[in-house]
């Protein structure tokens, strides 16, 4: 399996537009995280799925941001409408049946930069 | 989920053991200690987890405490590549759980020097 894919790795954008991140988790994974990292908050957690629904959506920061998951094989975060603090690295990690034993499998990440 | 403690930065010679150290004081009986770490512009990485035991795999030891309050991470003969930000994470690890989650703190950052 080639990995947890995300597209794309670098995005800029300006302010105020429609930005679209995708994840393509590992094949068979149950779950799927959305994590967004910067400088000053570190890794956060914004949202995850388990088997295509959202559990927890209590880390997304406001109305701008939404996640869908459609299928098993791809999720999107969508920002609209983008703002500049939004810049960061996003990184989709995915896990199956997390256990004792599973481990989390992440992403390169997408950075994002809005000006 | 236990709150974990790390410090801010370490660093040790290339060759030599990386002992980075976690305190975990108000972890729960079914907790597990987990360890991922994240390379400079990469996605984290796991590395090695344990309940009560010391554990042991290809990239490293966990050396847990008997109280279980504190743990720490060894890197037996640190390279170069094993510069980068090291997490302790706490939780609870059980398929049951509908509310799995894997939160990190800020981390230990471990410069490796020639």
């Known amino acids: 399996d080639a990995g947890v894919i995300q597209s794309p790795r670098h995005e800029v954008t300006e302010m105020g537009q429609e930005v679209t991140l995708r994840c393509k988790p590992i094949s068979g994974h149950d779950y799927l995280f959305w994590y967004r990292q910067t400088m000053m908050r570190g890794l956060e957690l914004l949202i995850y799925f388990n088997n295509n629904v959202p559990i927890d959506d209590s880390g997304m920061p406001e109305d701008r941001f939404s996640a869908k998951m459609p299928n098993a094989s791809f999720s999107t975060l969508k920002i609209q409408p983008s703002e500049p603090r939004d810049s960061a690295v996003y990184f989709c990690?995915?896990?199956?049946?997390?256990?004792?034993?599973?481990?989390?499998?992440f992403g390169q990440g997408t950075r994002l930069t809005v000006v | 989920d236990a709150k974990t403690t790390q410090p801010t930065s370490m660093d040790c010679a290339e060759g030599r053991a990386a002992n980075l150290p976690c305190n975990h004081s108000t972890i729960s009986g079914n907790e597990y200690v987990y360890w991922y770490r994240q390379i400079h512009s990469q996605g984290p990485q796991y590395i090695i987890h344990?309940?009560?035991n010391n554990e042991t795999n290809e990239m490293a030891s966990l050396i847990i405490t008997e109280d279980r309050k504190s743990s720490t991470l060894i890197l037996p003969h640190a390279t170069l590549r094993d510069t980068a930000v090291y997490y302790c994470i706490v939780r609870v690890a059980s398929w049951m759980d509908s509310s799995y989650k894997l939160i990190f703190g800020s981390g230990t950052r471990l410069l490796v020097r020639p």
């Open positions: 344990g309940l009560k």
């Open positions: 990690a995915s896990i199956h049946r997390p256990t004792v034993n599973t481990e989390a499998f």
